[in-house]
């Protein structure tokens, strides 16, 4: 099997087909609904909080709230009295399900709920796929994560309706040191090996450190991307903006980091601090410039010919060209 990560694969141009890259479509189906990117801000408390989650579910991005210190019966309200969907995320154990009851009693129900566990391939997470297709068989399910083909197909089969690929490979994520376990170093790998067995959407979670890893991922089989550390750090980041010898900068921490639990318990993540970037808006419509530019560098005018392109993965024992012909 190959192993590769980001950082040492490229991907090859085919002849342009458009005059304009802005000609090019980056939008993405996800649920029954058309999204301008295949990006997703990481459900973490430094990276997304009610306002930043309204104001992409108004200018057609997709969001996933996180599910710390949150009323989330509250949350979908609110975001249904704005006339914009819920999507909120769930862990498994007992008030996540009191939750689930809650929204059922009121008859309301998030359009997506993300159940976001560390080890996603566990009996727990198919006990609360069971629970939420019972409660509220409307809502689009993503449940996660996992790092293996056989972790996607049983999730597919429990009856997830997507799947989140990546343990441990992100930026503030130290599960790889903490267990030895994980995708962290070759997690585009991962993703082309689990995409092969997947019929449903796949969300690639973590090692994102640029745009041109958003075309990496789709590429290798990803519908969306999962992205922290390049969402962190902005105006409006929620994290507590800290000042360094003059410069700027905001917190950002991993959801399983003593800063997150409030205790040192179980510690897979740790805190580092990101430049201030600027606006929110500013990054996602560079984002949506770059992957235009990768659709057309594919010979493409819609992101999934992105899936087109041959690659060459650079150095290393499985270095070469690799072409679809």
């Given amino acids: 099997m190959e192993i590769f990560d980001y950082d040492n694969v490229l991907l090859l141009p085919r002849k342009c087909r458009v005059e304009s890259r802005s000609e090019c479509d980056a939008g993405v189906e996800l649920g029954g609904r058309t999204f301008r990117l295949p990006v997703v801000p990481a459900n973490m408390k430094t990276v997304v909080d009610e306002s930043i989650c309204t104001w992409m579910a108004q200018n057609g991005y997709f969001y996933v709230m996180h599910?710390?210190?949150?009323?989330?019966v509250q949350f979908v309200r609110d975001m249904h009295a704005k006339?914009?969907?819920?999507?909120?995320s769930l862990g498994v154990k007992q008030p996540d399900y009191d939750t689930v009851d809650q929204l059922a009693a009121a008859g309301i129900t998030p359009e997506y709920v993300t159940i976001d566990i560390a080890h996603g391939h566990a009996d727990s997470v198919k006990n609360m796929i069971d629970y939420?297709?019972?409660k509220l068989p409307t809502a689009f399910v993503i449940a996660g994560n996992v790092a293996t083909p056989e972790a996607v197909i049983d999730l597919e089969n429990w009856g997830a309706d997507a799947t989140k690929v990546g343990v441990g490979p992100g930026k503030v994520c130290i599960t790889k040191l903490k267990t030895g376990f994980g995708t962290g170093g070759w997690q585009l790998s991962a993703l082309k090996w689990c995409a092969r067995v997947a019929?449903?959407?796949?969300i690639a979670d973590g090692g994102?450190?640029?745009?041109?890893?958003?075309?990496?991922?789709?590429?290798?089989?990803?519908?969306?991307?999962m992205i922290g550390s390049l969402f962190a750090g902005h105006e409006e980041s929620p994290g507590n903006t800290v000042e360094v010898d003059?410069?700027?900068?905001?917190?950002?921490y991993g959801s399983a980091s003593d800063f997150n639990k409030g205790e040192y318990k179980h510690v897979e993540g740790k805190?580092?601090?990101e430049p201030i970037k600027g606006k929110l808006a500013g990054t996602l419509v560079e984002m949506e410039q770059d992957v235009q530019s990768s659709i057309s560098y594919a010979g493409g005018k819609k992101l999934m010919d992105i899936r087109k392109v041959n690659y060459v993965i650079l150095g290393g024992d499985n270095a070469g060209e690799h072409l679809l012909m």
Avoid: Q
């Fill in 67 to 72: 599910r710390f210190d949150l009323d989330n």
């Fill in 83 to 88: 006339g914009c969907y819920a999507s909120i």
């Fill in 132 to 134: 939420l297709k019972s």
């Fill in 199 to 202: 019929t449903k959407p796949i």
């Fill in 208 to 225: 994102i450190r640029s745009h041109g890893d958003i075309a990496k991922s789709i590429r290798f089989g990803a519908s969306m991307v």
């Fill in 246 to 252: 003059g410069a700027l900068f905001k917190e950002y």
């Fill in 271 to 273: 805190r580092i601090l």
